[in-house]
């Protein structure tokens, strides 16, 4: 995480450097290389550091920065272009430096499990394995145990928590884009607002989504404690709150103010990120610990295509007969089929094995 964070926080900062269409293209796809890994290594690092009925809470809180991040940084970039005169590339050089020292951080404060931290007691190592996850890697290295080699991980990609966990992380992925790319165009050709009506407007819905984050991690670990089903809460939740999310945001084109379209959208994004940890969790149920980077960066990458195709197709469909309406509708359709799917298809069987595992003497 900390070598990917030095990555893209100094293409964050090159962006700047950026002086026509190909060289602005070539700089953000190597920016998003960069971040790629950032959810699925949270994810992971959360599965190694929590036990299983904690594991929402840490998911949700730790991935409610981004939405946090989200609302600090729309009214700061604002507050930067207007002291800057509109200089696009002074608030790229400042976040790209600032994700450096964030990155000297990490590698200052973060071990990837807590065997291989120094300051975690005997007692605190006992309470975080004692109801470890599937997906936790447990042990600091080949002297704890040698695991024999486990089945290729591409096979857990046709178990159908997995496929339809994915298919639903791509309809929420797609409402996101559409909402990162054109949502601040829509609020000021389609509503009128200028630039510093924007930085509230822009930052509303954001605050929505870090609380939806940190609090649907809370409620579902509540359900979790309170069922004893560690995979049925988390999918529901995802169901419910995803089929919800599709049907609002197609509701916005409809609504008559900029008060209640800024409203609807928080509660969008609100429900949105309600969802936001449970992907990773019921992935993390359905594949044992030496497979699960590699089964959620498939899970990832096939949700991440939605951040390429929602942004482009949103903007031939908002010029198409549709306009701003149909366009609000197709990101409802694509959301709520891949909530349906994981309702119909998405219980979670008991992980595929390792073909041995030798405990140590």
Same mark, same amino acid.
């Given at each position: $995480? ?6 893209? %926080? ?25 971040? /790629? ?8 690092? $959360?599965?190694? &550091? ?6 929402? !809470? ?6 409610? #920065?981004?939405?946090? =991040? ?5 009214? *700061? ?10 200089? &696009? ?46 997906? *936790?890697?447990?042990?600091? /290295?080949?002297?704890? *145990? ?21 298919? #639903? ?38 605050? =929505? ?18 069922? =004893?089903?560690?995979? =049925? ?10 089929? #919800? !999310?599709?049907?609002?945001? /197609? ?42 980077? %590699?089964? %959620?960066?498939?899970?990832? $990458?096939?949700? !991440? ?11 031939? +469909? ?10 609000? #509708? ?11 799917? +994981? ?12 073909? *041995? ?5």
């Amino acid at each position: $995480m900390g070598w990917a964070a030095i990555f893209w %926080s100094c293409f964050t900062a090159l962006t700047a450097a950026g002086v026509g269409f190909v060289s602005l293209l070539i700089i953000r796809l190597l920016f998003g290389a960069g971040e /790629g890994p950032q959810a699925t290594v949270t994810a992971k690092i $959360m599965h190694n &550091w929590f036990p299983k009925k904690e594991l929402g !809470t840490a998911v949700g809180i730790a991935n409610a #920065a981004t939405p946090l =991040g989200g609302a600090i940084g729309t009214p *700061a970039v604002v507050a930067i272009l207007s002291a800057t005169q509109g200089n &696009w590339r002074v608030p790229f050089i400042i976040f790209g430096v600032l994700g450096v020292f964030f990155a000297i951080g990490w590698f200052i404060i973060v071990r990837d499990t807590p065997e291989k931290h120094s300051r975690v007691s005997p007692a605190e190592l006992a309470y975080i394995r004692q109801d470890a996850a599937p997906a *936790a890697e447990v042990g600091d /290295g080949a002297d704890d *145990a040698t695991v024999a080699e486990a089945p290729p991980w591409w096979r857990y990609l046709t178990r159908p928590a997995v496929w339809t966990t994915a298919v #639903a992380y791509f309809g929420y992925a797609w409402i996101l884009w559409t909402f990162l790319n054109w949502f601040p165009t829509y609020l000021v050709n389609e509503r009128g607002i200028d630039l510093s009506e924007l930085a509230v407007a822009g930052a509303i819905p954001w605050i =929505g989504g870090c609380i939806g984050l940190a609090l649907g991690g809370v409620f579902t670990d509540i359900l979790v404690r309170r069922t =004893g089903r560690s995979v =049925g809460p988390r999918r529901w939740t995802v169901v419910i709150c995803l089929t #919800a !999310t599709g049907l609002l945001f /197609g509701g916005i084109g409809l609504v008559s103010s900029t008060f209640g379209a800024v409203a609807l959208m928080t509660v969008v994004v609100f429900l949105l990120y309600f969802t936001g940890a449970q992907y990773w969790l019921i992935v993390g149920e359905a594949v044992p610990g030496p497979v699960y980077g %590699s089964v %959620s960066g498939a899970v990832q $990458m096939f949700a !991440t295509t939605a951040s390429i195709l929602a942004p482009m197709i949103t903007g031939y +469909l908002v010029d198409s007969s549709l306009g701003w309406t149909g366009t609000f #509708a197709v990101a409802s359709i694509v959301s709520v089929g891949g909530a349906l799917l +994981l309702a119909v298809f998405g219980k979670v069987r008991k992980p595929l094995p390792p073909a *041995a595992v030798t405990p140590t003497r």
